[in-house]
C-alpha cells in the first residue's frame, strides 16, 4: 500500500495503463511539455513520447473530435479539458457523437474515449474556473459519468474507465487534487463503474454526497456523533450516471431519514435525481422528507469571499440541515 493524494492516484493510473496497453495515450491543453495545469500528466511525455501524450491547440471541440477519431481507429485515448468550465465547445462531439456512435452503428463501432474534466469550486476561481456541470451529462444515454473524491477510488475508477469500451466522463474535484490522502494498493485495485461506495456506516440518517462537500459531510459526521451521538451512514455515489441505486436505497431504507449535498445548482441537479429515486423506492421506509444542499440557482461561484461562502454548501449548512433531519 502507498499513500498517495488524489492528484498522484490520477496519475499513477494513467501511467500504469499506458505501461500495460500501447494504445492508450493523452492529448490536451498543455498535457505534455508542461504536465498539465495541475501537474497530473507531469512526466508522462518524457517517458512516453509526444505520439502518445500530445499537446493539442486550445479547441476543446477539436480535443475531444480528435478523442473520438482515434479510438474508432484502434486507440484508446484519455482527453484533458483543461477546466470543467470549457467544455460547452466539446459538447456536441462528446453528446452528439460519442455517446451515440455504438447505438447508431448498430454496435459496430466502439468508441472507448475517457474524457478527464476538473471541476468544483476553488477559492478565487469565480465564473471560469469553478462550475460544476455533470448533470449536463448525466441525461445522456451512452455515456458513464464517474466522479470519485478519494485517491483509492480514482485510481482504480480511472483505469475501469480506460478499459471501457464506450466512453466515460471522469470528473476530478480540483480542490480535493492535494487535499485528501489515502492508502492505495500497490497497482491500484480496479473499482467498477456503477458501484458506490459506504465511507461511514450509521443507523440515524443517510447523507449522499461527492466531491468536497463529501469531505465536509464526513467531517461533520464525526462531529455529530461526537456532540450529539448522531449516527450518520455517507455513502459517495462514485458513479453519478448509472446511479448505484440499489445502494443508496438500502442506506434510505436502514436510516429513513436523507440528505444529498453537493456543489451543484440544485435545479436539474444530480442530488434532485437522487432524491427522486429515494423518494420513489424508498417511500415506505423514510420517516422524514428527503432534503438536498446545493448552490443556489445563479450562473456560477462568486469571486468575494462572503458571497462564495454564501453560495457554498459547507459544513455549517450540513450540520443545521443533519440536525433537523435528527429531530423528525
Excluded at 500501447?22 to 511525455?45: C, H, I, K, S, Y
Excluded at 473524491?149 to 480542490?175: M, W
Amino acid at each position: 500500500m502507498t499513500t498517495k493524494s488524489l492528484l498522484q492516484a490520477i496519475h499513477d493510473g494513467l501511467a500504469g495503463e499506458m505501461r500495460a496497453d500501447e494504445t492508450v495515450m493523452v492529448l490536451g491543453e498543455d498535457v505534455g511539455r508542461a504536465g498539465g495545469v495541475f501537474r497530473v500528466t507531469e512526466g508522462l511525455q518524457e517517458e512516453f513520447g509526444e505520439y502518445r501524450v500530445m499537446d493539442t491547440p486550445l479547441a476543446e471541440s477539436l480535443i475531444a473530435g480528435a478523442a473520438i477519431g482515434l479510438s474508432v481507429n484502434g486507440m484508446r485515448p484519455v482527453a484533458e479539458i483543461q477546466f470543467a468550465d470549457f467544455i460547452p465547445p466539446a459538447f456536441d462531439q462528446i453528446v452528439s457523437e460519442a455517446a451515440r456512435f455504438y447505438y447508431r452503428s448498430g454496435g459496430a463501432y466502439y468508441v472507448p474515449i475517457t474524457v478527464r474534466v476538473p471541476y468544483g469550486v476553488v477559492p478565487g476561481g469565480a465564473l471560469y474556473h469553478s462550475q460544476s456541470v455533470e448533470a449536463w451529462f448525466c441525461n445522456t444515454p451512452g455515456l458513464k459519468v464517474v466522479a470519485p473524491t478519494y485517491p483509492a477510488d480514482a485510481e482504480g475508477l480511472l483505469r475501469s474507465a480506460i478499459r471501457d469500451p464506450n466512453p466515460v466522463v471522469f470528473f476530478e474535484h480540483k480542490r480535493c487534487y492535494r487535499l485528501l490522502k489515502e492508502e492505495v494498493p500497490e497497482g491500484g485495485a480496479v473499482v467498477p463503474v456503477g458501484k458506490a461506495r459506504i465511507h461511514r456506516a450509521g443507523t440515524d440518517l443517510t447523507v449522499v454526497s461527492y466531491g468536497f462537500v463529501l469531505h465536509q459531510a464526513l467531517e461533520v459526521a464525526e462531529k455529530l456523533s461526537t456532540e450529539h451521538g448522531v449516527e450518520a451512514e455517507v455513502v459517495e455515489p462514485l458513479t453519478l450516471y448509472p446511479l448505484d441505486r440499489g445502494t443508496i436505497v438500502d442506506s434510505a431504507k436502514k436510516t429513513g431519514k436523507v440528505l444529498v449535498a453537493s456543489e451543484a445548482n440544485l435545479t436539474g441537479s444530480v442530488s434532485a435525481e437522487i432524491a427522486a429515486v429515494v423518494a420513489r423506492e424508498a417511500f415506505e421506509w423514510l420517516d422524514a422528507p428527503v432534503m438536498r444542499l446545493g448552490a443556489p440557482d445563479v450562473p456560477t461561484a462568486p469571486f468575494a469571499k462572503p458571497l462564495l461562502e454564501s453560495f457554498m454548501p459547507g459544513a455549517e449548512k450540513i450540520e443545521a440541515a443533519l440536525l433537523e433531519l435528527a429531530r423528525y
